[in-house]
């Protein structure tokens, strides 16, 4: 790589006519593009949240690639076999919005295989039932679109742009998770059975996907005053109560959790208590699958080095005999 | 003027990798989405491929799933050149205090028909 004074790492961490213009363009709610200046901070906070977040799709891949050969029925190996290509590609739009913020893709990449780089906790869940794959488009993406949604809108124009994307993409996820859980829930007793010990068990793992209360969460006061995250954890977190309350009626299903009630003086759902200890060892590298996934990453990454090689290969064999590297 | 693609990596080398440097990164390359005819191609997003034919691939895969085109442009990130962003002021002011460039401007003429 060739750098120069105005790639986006190279700029000079002091510049005040380029820190009045960050400042304003936020006051502004208007959007900060790659090559602007930004403070180090707002890029380094921007690089681990985006890389984060494109290191979960791509180990979000696993849990469900699992069951595709395990799928009751060809339309629901295709549909799922859709879903999965979809995290793949939102794993890329992540990582391309990260780039743009200076660090190669290939770091990022190493930085999750040596385990350094954090994914979302709920991956590390085992997944034990064809009904878990519905609780999880259910549940796991219905938070994840929770929580995406306002990233549309993220002062960073494009890690937006990349949400958008995405959202649009999700939806399908969720609908897909909760016709799965509907037609188990109007199956036969042990199926209805198998779709509620599968919401019983993702619920609470995915309410702690907005992560640790307010109090407990030191980035995210930044995070909103630069306006990348809109909403707090726990605003997002009793947004998406009150989305499955309603649903849950719905399925014909129960939450596992007597505590669910609409504080009519706050306006917010309240839920009952989480495990936070369980939710900190997870994400320590602790849970139960943490081992499993990385190692799973690792592997699919070394082998697949030869597709790389061949490709690269091939590309360079190309630019020889064509004299370009391009389109005929 | 300075070099750089809108994606901000300026890095990208030009597509040359071969079987020795297999490690090396691939280039960047940015990916425009034509949605129908008669429209024109629109920034979709960007990715790594090792040469162009693989970049229009994998941008079809990736950015046209559910049917967001009917035409494909690739282009190297390296071969964008972008305005200064440092020049900003000076490169767009003109436009500034010249209303009369827009129909708007003219009153006089309001309530005159097939004007």
């Not at chain 1, 139960?288 to 590309?315: D, I, K, S, T």
Request: hydrophobic share 35%; aromatic share 8%.
């Amino acid at each position: 790589m060739t750098t120069t004074v105005t790639t986006p790492e190279g700029r000079a961490d002091h510049d005040a006519d380029g820190e009045r213009l960050f400042d304003e363009l936020i006051a502004r709610d208007s959007r900060i593009e790659p090559r602007d200046w930004m403070p180090a901070d707002y890029r380094r906070a921007l690089t681990r949240q985006i890389s984060q977040h494109a290191h979960s799709e791509i180990i979000g891949m696993q849990p469900e690639a699992n069951w595709i050969t395990r799928a009751p029925s060809l339309k629901r190996k295709a549909v799922l076999m859709a879903k999965v290509q979809d995290e793949a590609g939102h794993g890329l739009y992540l990582y391309s919005a990260a780039e743009t913020l200076g660090t190669p893709r290939d770091r990022m990449t190493e930085d999750l295989i040596a385990g350094k780089a954090r994914y979302s906790s709920i991956f590390n869940y085992p997944v034990l039932t064809w009904a878990d794959i519905g609780a999880i488009g259910w549940l796991v993406d219905g938070a994840a679109i929770c929580n995406q949604v306002p990233l549309c809108r993220a002062s960073y124009g494009p890690y937006g742009r990349a949400m958008v994307r995405i959202c649009k993409e999700e939806s399908f996820h969720q609908r897909q998770g909760f016709e799965i859980l509907l037609e188990l829930a109007n199956g036969t007793p042990e199926q209805r059975a198998m779709a509620q010990d599968a919401v019983n068990r993702w619920y609470a793992p995915s309410l702690m996907m907005f992560g640790p209360p307010d109090e407990e969460s030191p980035n995210s006061q930044k995070s909103m005053e630069w306006k990348i995250k809109r909403f707090s954890n726990d605003e997002l977190r009793s947004r998406f109560v009150g989305m499955v309350v309603e649903q849950i009626r719905v399925l014909g299903l129960e939450l596992p959790d007597e505590d669910v009630r609409y504080d009519e003086e706050t306006g917010h759902w309240e839920h009952g208590p989480l495990d936070w200890n369980e939710f900190k060892e997870v994400l320590a590298g602790r849970g139960p699958c943490n081992a499993q996934r990385l190692e799973r990453r690792r592997e699919a990454h070394e082998e697949g080095a030869w597709v790389r090689e061949a490709a690269a290969a091939y590309a360079a064999k190309r630019a020889l005999t064509t004299g370009e590297g391009g389109l005929r | 003027m300075t070099g750089g693609s809108t994606t901000g990596d300026d890095g990208a080398t030009a597509p040359s990798t071969g079987p020795q440097e297999a490690r090396a990164a691939w280039p960047l390359w940015e990916v425009f989405v034509r949605s129908s005819r008669g429209l024109s191609h629109v920034h979709a997003g960007s990715l790594h491929a090792p040469d162009a034919e693989m970049a229009v691939r994998n941008a079809r895969d990736l950015y046209t799933r559910r049917n967001e085109g009917v035409s494909l442009w690739v282009v190297p990130a390296s071969s964008i050149i972008t305005s200064d962003p440092d020049a900003k002021d000076a490169f767009f002011e003109s436009p500034q205090g010249k209303d009369y460039r827009h129909a708007t401007y003219y009153t006089k003429s309001e309530g005159v028909k097939h004007l």
